[in-house]
């Protein structure tokens, strides 16, 4: 089912915009729906040899709508024309400052169809080697290395509660790529 509508662009933002849609509802009735408009994103599970798991690299970061630090998975908006796997390169290096020789697509979802046409494709990142974050100026971010079966408790147990992070790591495990060794080629 799709529905025709006008557009009324509200905010034109840094990273997204903000649209008014208006369109006559299943009653005949005129209804009125803000959405947010999204280049698309990825999110990225860097993952590196470990003593018969792999471990996996996450970052702790401010994000100013809670007002505190959140557990999650690098991850970044695609810039225009970007491609999604350079996206997923380009932030794990600045975030993490690991370079991947090899990712691995996940999967693509959507982060919040009620409100957001925002794209993410989730990767797995392996043949990690380490050069240095590069942070853009408003990012605030700690790299921290668990093992595997260590991300998949604070999963479970509330301490990563970022979707997109969720989505990712479940993804991998349903995959077995956090069992066993990684493989880099």
């Known amino acids: 089912m799709s529905a025709e509508c006008e557009r009324e662009l509200i905010c034109h933002g840094a990273k997204f915009d903000f649209e008014r849609l208006t369109f006559v509802g299943s009653d005949g009735r005129i209804v009125r729906r803000e959405v947010v408009r999204h280049p698309g994103a990825v999110c990225i599970l860097p993952l590196l040899e470990g003593n018969g798991e792999p471990r996996v690299v996450l ?98 147990e509330g301490q990563i509660m970022d979707g997109k992070s969720m989505v990712t790591l479940m993804l991998a495990e349903r995959r077995g790529l956090l069992r066993g060794p990684v493989k880099a080629g």
């Open 59 to 156: 970052i702790r970061v401010f994000r100013i709508a809670l007002g505190r630090d959140c557990w999650e998975l690098p991850a970044g908006t695609l810039d225009e024309g970007e491609k999604p796997e350079q996206c997923a390169h380009r932030e794990l290096e600045e975030e993490t400052g690991f370079r991947a020789q090899r990712l691995i697509h996940l999967g693509t979802f959507h982060t919040s169809p009620g409100m957001s046409d925002e794209l993410m494709h989730g990767y797995a990142a392996a043949g990690l080697t380490h050069f240095g974050q590069r942070l853009e100026p408003d990012e605030r971010i700690v790299t921290e290395t668990v093992e595997a079966s260590r991300a998949l408790r604070m999963l479970d």
